[in-house]
Each structure stands twice: as structure tokens, then as C-alpha cells.
């Protein structure tokens, strides 16, 4: 809420509490009011001061009433930190040497080794990654877009595979960090978002296998990002687009999303959230503007999937002089 729409929302409250408890016109209300807040005098001046004041003790009265029960408590905890302190300041020492141990070494031994990772450690209070039922769609189109040196999508070498006839599954698993601590201090009133999980899936009896396996093998290169989006058809016949810009291939023996009945995961990845804002095409002309840190966009889309295979190579800009390249 602005400044301007707080003021505005006190002075009808003052307004209504004139007319009610004064028995003041509408029209009496708002001019003193309005008097007020410009620094005049008029004859109903005392009585919007008389309210505005009453307005005020009515809301810090309950702060004072929980502060004046919350005051025997901070008492008590006061004097028990008073008393621990000079506990701990007559204790005697009771730390002995240890020779056969560095001064610096924990008698507890190092941490504990995750089971994926023998030589790495685990920190003592590890954060738990929480994910939440999948959701799925029957992609009629799946496009790869990679990136280039500079960190832009290559537009020009985005690859579309079609699945008109049979189609494939895309599943998306959200998320969610949930801090370790909670089992001491209580649920904190939202989890921070991990990343998600995505994962390409297909029926068993898949009449097409090669079709599959070259759209995995598009989602596994390794050393370049990439990009996908896909197309699906929703109950109600209208085309869902969903694009994840920053795909990051993972392993199909790492925690994978779970298939549908009858179905198999033949390509994994993480959804990464973008470092930036982005401009995406569609086929159609249209432009997406995909804000930063986004990690899964989706929308209702009007335009026909692309079609297989790689885009209309794009005409270079004229120099300022010579002819037009020719494109070979």
C-alpha cells in the first residue's frame, strides 16, 4: 500500500466514525476532515483531532496488552542469563591436554562422508531437497536450442522433433529446500525453491524407439547449455507451450522423476533458473519475454508447433557497402 492510499484510507475512516459516533452530514465529514488535512480550523476541527486519537490508543492497545504478558516471561529469562553467566564465570576449568592430539584436531573425528560422494563431507546441518508430486503433458513437439560462446541461444541451430502421432511425456517435479533447523525452531512459513527436475518419458510399447533415442541423445550434450520448449495439446484443444531456458543434462541413475504407469524415462535434466531476462521467438512472430530467474515458462499459445527439423536459415543483414551476402 502507497503513502497516498494509507492516507486516503484513514481519512475514510475518520469520515465514517464522524458520521456515526458525532452524527455529523456526509458532507460536514469530509470538509472538516479535509480542513484538517490541510492545517484550518473549522467548527468540527476538535471532533476529527477527538477521533483520530481515539483511533490511535484503539490499535496500540493490544500491543500493550501483549507486551505486558509477554513481560514476567523476559523477566524470567533475563534472570536465568544473569545466572548462567556467573555460573559459567566461577566454574573451573575441567579441559585436559591431550599430547597424541594436535590442539586444533575435534575429538569427534571428521564428518561424516556422503554415501554418492566418499571424499567429500556433508555439512552438519544439510539442507533436505523436498520434491512435490509431478506433472505431466503429452508433447506433440519438443525443440532443442543450444547456446553459443557468448551466452546467447542460437536461435538458427534449434532442432524440432515431432511426435504428432505418438506422443511423448513431459514430467516436471517442483521442488523445495527444507532447512534442516526446523526440527528445533518450527516450520518457517515458506521453503526456498530447488531446482526442478525434468524428464522426458515414453510408453513402453513406443512404436518409434530411433525417434526416441536421437531426441535423448539431443538432451545429453555435455559442455554447452541448452534450451527446450515443447508443445501440447490441453483438454480443451488449445496448444500449451512450456519452455525451460536453462536445461542441465543429469544421469538417468541419479534421483529420477517417477514415469507414469506403463511408462519409461529415457531423458533427465534440471530446470536451471536464468541469470537474466530473455527475448524467445515463436514460430508464429510472436516474442516472449522471459523475466530472470525463471526456470519453467509456460503459456497458452495460438501459433502451430515448428516444423521438424532445423528453422529457415536467417537472411544476414546488407553491409553499409557492397552487395547483399548471398546466403550458400
Not at 466514525?17 to 456526509?26: A, E, F, K, V
Not at 573425528?109 to 571424499?119: I, N
Given at each position: 500500500m502507497t503513502p497516498e492510499q494509507a492516507s486516503a484510507r484513514a481519512a475514510l475512516l475518520l469520515v465514517r466514525?464522524?458520521?456515526?459516533?458525532?452524527?455529523?452530514?456526509?458532507e460536514d465529514a469530509v470538509t472538516a476532515v479535509t480542513q484538517r488535512r490541510r492545517g484550518e480550523d473549522g467548527p468540527h476541527t476538535h471532533l476529527v483531532l477527538a477521533e483520530a486519537t481515539a483511533v490511535l490508543?484503539?490499535?496500540?492497545?493490544?500491543?500493550r496488552t501483549f507486551a505486558a504478558a509477554l513481560r514476567p516471561a523476559a523477566e524470567a529469562a533475563a534472570r536465568a542469563m544473569t545466572t548462567l553467566t556467573a555460573a559459567l564465570r566461577t566454574a573451573p576449568a575441567t579441559t585436559q591436554a591431550h599430547p597424541d592430539r594436535p590442539a586444533w584436531a575435534t575429538p569427534y573425528?571428521?564428518?561424516?562422508?556422503?554415501?554418492?560422494?566418499?571424499?567429500k563431507t556433508q555439512p552438519v546441518f544439510a539442507d533436505e531437497i523436498v520434491s512435490h508430486p509431478p506433472s505431466y503433458s503429452r508433447c506433440l513437439a519438443v525443440r532443442i536450442t543450444p547456446y553459443d560462446e557468448g551466452g546467447e541461444p542460437d536461435h538458427d541451430q534449434a532442432l524440432t522433433y515431432r511426435f504428432d502421432e505418438d506422443p511423448v511425456m513431459l514430467g516436471y517435479v517442483y521442488r523445495t529446500y527444507e532447512p534442516a533447523i526446523h526440527e528445533s525452531t518450527g516450520p518457517l512459513p515458506y521453503a526456498p525453491a530447488a531446482t526442478g527436475?525434468?524428464?522426458f518419458s515414453a510408453p513402453h510399447s513406443h512404436p518409434d524407439p530411433p525417434a526416441l533415442s536421437r531426441l535423448a541423445q539431443g538432451l545429453r550434450r555435455r559442455g554447452i547449455w541448452l534450451a527446450v520448449d515443447t508443445w501440447s495439446t490441453t483438454p480443451g484443444g488449445e496448444t500449451l507451450y512450456t519452455l525451460v531456458p536453462q536445461w542441465k543434462h543429469v544421469d538417468l541413475d541419479q534421483p529420477e522423476v517417477p514415469a507414469p504407469p506403463g511408462h519409461h524415462v529415457f531423458a533427465?535434466?534440471?530446470?536451471?533458473?536464468?541469470?537474466?531476462?530473455?527475448?524467445?521467438?515463436?514460430?508464429g512472430g510472436r516474442i516472449y519475454h522471459v523475466e530472470w530467474a525463471t526456470s519453467l515458462f509456460q503459456s497458452i499459445d495460438t501459433n502451430a508447433p515448428p516444423r521438424v527439423g532445423f528453422p529457415a536459415p536467417t537472411v544476414p543483414p546488407?553491409?553499409?557497402y557492397g552487395p547483399r551476402p548471398r546466403l550458400n
Open positions: 466514525r464522524l458520521i456515526s459516533r458525532h452524527g455529523l452530514t456526509y490508543r484503539e490499535a496500540i492497545e493490544p500491543i573425528g571428521p564428518r561424516p562422508a556422503t554415501a554418492d560422494r566418499p571424499g527436475l525434468v524428464a533427465l535434466g534440471e530446470a536451471i533458473a536464468t541469470r537474466t531476462a530473455q527475448q524467445w521467438p515463436q514460430p546488407a553491409p553499409l
